[in-house]
């Protein structure tokens, strides 16, 4: 059986690595969603992720608390059960730091996240395995 558990080794807490990410990083858009990514070389951690990911829904967005509070949710798990589309990375020893930023003026549902989520992964997994192989 998959684990499907999120650890806190996933979450992208630096902002020294933040500021990288933004800074050097490609950015790619499936609506509602948009995804920076920066592939990096695999720490030697004891738990080595193939991704660790932060969640960005603007103020500016989403005026309520609670519909951020909410679409964080939606987002997370849509990105805990589909990041298995990311091991390829892991084989190749890279780690890739990803930025999900809400780009909707109003709550999508589930399903539409998950969807947008799911074409970011194998977006995301394709360019990084890609750009190896050169």
């Given at each position: 059986?998959?684990?499907?558990?999120?650890?806190?080794?996933?979450?992208?807490?630096?902002?020294?690595e933040?500021?990288?990410?933004?800074a050097q990083g490609t950015s790619l858009i499936a609506y509602p969603l948009?995804?920076?990514?920066?592939?990096?070389?695999?720490?030697?951690?004891?738990?080595?992720?193939p991704a660790?990911?932060?969640i960005s829904?603007?103020?500016?967005?989403?005026?309520?608390?609670?519909?951020?509070v909410l679409l964080r949710r939606r987002t997370r798990e849509?990105?805990?059960?589909?990041r298995t589309l990311l091991e390829p990375v892991l084989s190749q020893g890279k780690t890739v730091l990803i930025g999900f930023n809400w780009l909707a003026n109003d709550e999508r549902d589930y399903a539409t996240i998950e969807r947008s989520m799911q074409e970011l992964l194998s977006k995301i997994?394709?360019?990084?395995?890609n750009s190896s192989e050169r």
């Open positions: 059986m998959a684990n499907f558990k999120l650890y806190k080794s996933e979450k992208l807490c630096s902002k020294i933040i500021e990288r990410l933004y948009r995804a920076v990514y920066l592939a990096v070389p695999a720490d030697e951690s004891s738990h080595p992720v660790r990911f932060l829904i603007p103020k500016k967005r989403i005026r309520h608390a609670v519909g951020r849509a990105y805990r059960l589909n997994a394709t360019a990084t395995t």
